[in-house]
């Protein structure tokens, strides 16, 4: 069959070695009798050409994808043939735009990075204490105000994405099979919306700015109609604006809110993703409420066990601060980033396996594996990419490959090639002494 993937993937088959006109000379197949599953593919490169077959366009692509990483290196396509299919359906990476901005260009480059290593969920934290990025048509003074300048950690990351901003950003993602996922964080990480509608504030009375790196002091009110409004036209805009199945609603370290709040809270406010014909996913501080059936848990604690979690029979998506979080430093050294959880390097990001980090959590019930980065510290392009590199690769081949399949010694070198293409491409990646990297 003929026929033209994505721009990219044209440009990217047109460059591999020894490549003909047409894709590249590469025989794309769609086939959904071939058993290869929703992502899988099979990549078969022999002395007469090079055939990928996939039961889906998705597969495809991550087939490309593969391509790409065996180009690598001495520009020659090893021979052979690959079968394979993810582990995980949900492979994500975070980005938090609430405590620093990223622009859609910005975005869009990141993704670009993070699709070469089949991650195919982008989570956007668009609401927190320090700023409100996303446009809500009824709700200017969000954006105004807590997307304005000064917001941000220390008044230095403003901005906010439009509506159509956020659509560019949404369908350039499904042009690169990835689900966007946006965050509105409640009932907690609220002062940028409190800061710009004082009405939601307990008292009424205006509250402050803050641009400190804080959590658990702000909190919407349970017991207050006005919080009901504000919420719902928030989570229908974010609904309607969101071609994906899934809208996360945060739920996480509400240190002000009090227990009762935050159940009354979360039994009204739950059921709106399904509403709106979303389904909701909430950290995992909310598997302590009763939950709906559909709900997806995101795990997130250092802890190995969270029996709430386990008891909630939800599915979960595993994103333990300990071994994925990339605002973690790497070692002592590391410039920027955080060390609450402790110090997070390459091999502790791949060395784990997601079906046994949380005890009586059963195999099935693990949707996927997801990286946050959160932003306190981050100020650029180049900050992100330092701490997404080389750490989301051993991510995302978690969350890809089965654990037979993994190996510490082999990820090493293969994602040494990968240094020569980064700088290429100035990236800006750790030089982690992990890794043997190729003398440039
Ligand atoms: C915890 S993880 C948070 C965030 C911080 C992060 C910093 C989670 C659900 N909440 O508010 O940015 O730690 O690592």
Redesign the pocket.
């Known amino acids: 069959m003929t026929f033209t993937l994505s721009p990219d993937t044209t440009i990217w088959l047109a460059a591999l070695p020894g490549a003909g006109d047409e894709n590249g000379g590469v025989r794309l197949e769609l086939d959904d009798a071939a058993g290869l599953g929703a992502e899988g593919y099979r990549l078969a490169i022999t002395g007469d050409g090079v055939t990928l077959r996939a039961a889906t366009r998705a597969g495809l692509f991550w087939g490309v994808q593969t391509l790409r990483q065996l180009a690598a290196g001495d520009g020659v396509l090893p021979g052979g043939v690959i079968e394979d299919r993810p582990r995980y359906a949900y492979r994500g990476a975070m980005l938090?735009l609430a405590?620093h901005f990223f622009t859609v260009d910005e975005i869009k480059a990141h993704l670009d990075l993070l699709i070469q290593f089949k991650i195919n969920h982008l989570h956007l934290h668009l609401t927190?204490d320090q700023g409100w990025r996303l446009e809500i048509p009824g709700w200017p003074r969000l954006t105004e105000i807590g997307g304005g300048p000064g917001t941000g950690c220390d008044g230095a990351g403003p901005g906010f994405l439009t509506l159509a901003e956020y659509a560019e950003v949404t369908a350039y993602a499904a042009e690169r099979f990835v689900t966007v996922i946006p965050e509105i964080d409640m009932p907690g990480?609220v002062n940028a919306a409190l800061v710009a509608y004082p009405e939601l504030t307990a008292d009424g009375q205006p509250i402050a700015p803050r641009t400190d790196?804080e959590?658990g002091y702000s909190s919407l009110v349970a017991g207050k109609e006005e919080t009901y409004a504000f919420v719902e036209a928030v989570l229908k805009t974010v609904a309607d604006a969101t071609p994906g199945p899934y809208l996360h609603i945060g739920g996480?370290?509400c240190l002000s809110t009090s227990p009762e709040d935050y159940r009354a809270f979360l039994a009204r406010v739950l059921p709106l993703p399904a509403k709106y014909g979303k389904r909701a996913i909430g950290?995992h501080e909310i598997a302590g409420v009763e939950l709906p059936a559909d709900t997806v848990v995101q795990y997130?604690r250092p802890e190995a066990e969270a029996p709430s979690v386990v008891a909630s029979g939800r599915q979960v998506i595993m994103s333990p601060?300990d071994r994925v979080?990339l605002?973690?430093k790497y070692d002592e050294t590391t410039p920027i980033g955080?060390d609450?959880?402790g110090l997070v390097p390459v091999a502790r990001s791949y060395d784990w396996d997601p079906a046994h980090r949380l005890a009586g959590l059963p195999e099935e019930s693990v949707l996927g594996v997801a990286a946050?980065l959160?932003s306190?510290t981050l100020r650029s392009p180049a900050d992100v990419q330092y701490l997404t590199f080389p750490r989301l690769p051993a991510v995302a081949e978690v969350a890809w490959t089965p654990q037979s399949g993994r190996d510490w010694a082999s990820f090493r070198d293969r994602v040494a090639a990968f240094g020569p293409r980064w700088e290429a491409a100035g990236v800006n990646y750790f030089r982690s002494p992990e890794i043997d990297w190729p003398s440039a």
């Open positions: 938090d405590r927190d990480h790196a959590v996480d370290e950290w997130w601060a979080y605002d973690m955080l609450w959880a946050p959160w306190e």
